[in-house]
């Protein structure tokens, strides 16, 4: 299993995303999302997964609909990732072989994620719950659920998080936006990998911020 580091590439074009892909890769990201609400979602998803798949996990992030669900899959996406708790999204998502990361920021939306298939859940937005809230969470949901935290989520802050039983994290605006050099975000890349490492070693020990 890869890192449970999730590069989110909202913004992205098809003529960048390669490029982008092979540094994200060779910094250690295992696992990257294009945002359906980024330009030609889908071409870029295929371009990952042609050049990438054997190295990282490639998904589709931002799937509202069933029928999003289908077309990354038809681009050979491994994963699917959605804002929300929508058990359509998510039937559609394990009928077709793919790992489902639904969105969800109470534990009613936890419970009826878990309940429909997901293999893990998005806390989302994660600033609104916080490193306690996700701990509270995290008591009362069935040990083994998957937690990864999403949006104001920084690398100075996962050891707090990983403490309070956190996995993983999506990392969207901090790592890569389309009007950042190609040599900043690799270095963003390396430097949240590096805190990632380092926190889930040593979760009390305090990471600054790259």
Same mark, same amino acid.
């Given at each position: 299993?890869?890192?449970?580091?999730?590069?989110?590439?909202?913004?992205?074009?098809?003529?960048?995303?390669?490029?982008?892909?092979?540094?994200?890769?060779?910094?250690?990201?295992?696992?990257?999302?294009?945002?359906?609400?980024?330009?030609?979602?889908?071409?870029?998803?295929?371009?990952?997964?042609?050049?990438?798949?054997?190295? +990282? =996990?490639?998904? %589709? /992030? @931002?799937? $509202?609909?069933?029928?999003?669900?289908?077309?990354?899959?038809?681009?050979?996406?491994? &994963?699917?990732?959605?804002?929300?708790?929508?058990?359509?999204?998510?039937?559609?998502?394990?009928?077709?072989?793919?790992?489902?990361?639904?969105?969800?920021?109470?534990?009613?939306?936890?419970?009826?994620?878990?309940?429909?298939?997901?293999?893990?859940?998005?806390?989302?937005?994660?600033?609104?719950?916080?490193?306690?809230?996700?701990?509270?969470?995290? +008591? =009362?949901?069935? %040990? /083994? @659920?998957? $937690?990864?935290?999403?949006?104001?989520?920084?690398?100075?802050?996962?050891?707090?998080? &990983?403490?309070?039983?956190?996995?993983?994290?999506?990392?969207?605006?901090?790592?890569?936006?389309?009007?950042?050099?190609?040599?900043?975000?690799?270095?963003?890349?390396?430097?949240?990998?590096?805190?990632?490492?380092?926190?889930?070693?040593?979760?009390?020990?305090?990471?600054?911020?790259?």
């Amino acid at each position: 299993m890869p890192r449970r580091l999730v590069a989110i590439l909202r913004g992205i074009q098809p003529k960048q995303v390669a490029q982008v892909g092979e540094r994200l890769v060779n910094q250690g990201i295992g696992i990257i999302e294009v945002p359906l609400n980024s330009p030609e979602p889908f071409t870029s998803i295929s371009v990952l997964a042609r050049q990438f798949g054997n190295d +990282a =996990v490639i998904g %589709a /992030g @931002t799937v $509202l609909t069933p029928g999003d669900v289908r077309r990354a899959a038809e681009c050979d996406s491994r &994963i699917i990732v959605s804002p929300n708790t929508d058990k359509r999204v998510i039937r559609e998502t394990k009928r077709l072989g793919m790992d489902s990361w639904p969105g969800a920021i109470t534990p009613t939306e936890c419970f009826s994620a878990l309940r429909a298939g997901a293999d893990g859940v998005k806390l989302f937005p994660a600033r609104l719950v916080g490193p306690q809230g996700a701990a509270d969470m995290r +008591a =009362v949901l069935p %040990a /083994g @659920t998957r $937690l990864i935290a999403v949006g104001g989520v920084g690398p100075e802050q996962f050891p707090d998080w &990983i403490s309070r039983g956190i996995d993983g994290f999506g990392i969207g605006s901090s790592l890569y936006s389309p009007d950042i050099p190609i040599d900043m975000i690799e270095e963003r890349a390396r430097r949240i990998v590096e805190a990632y490492d380092l926190a889930m070693m040593h979760p009390s020990i305090e990471v600054t911020e790259p």
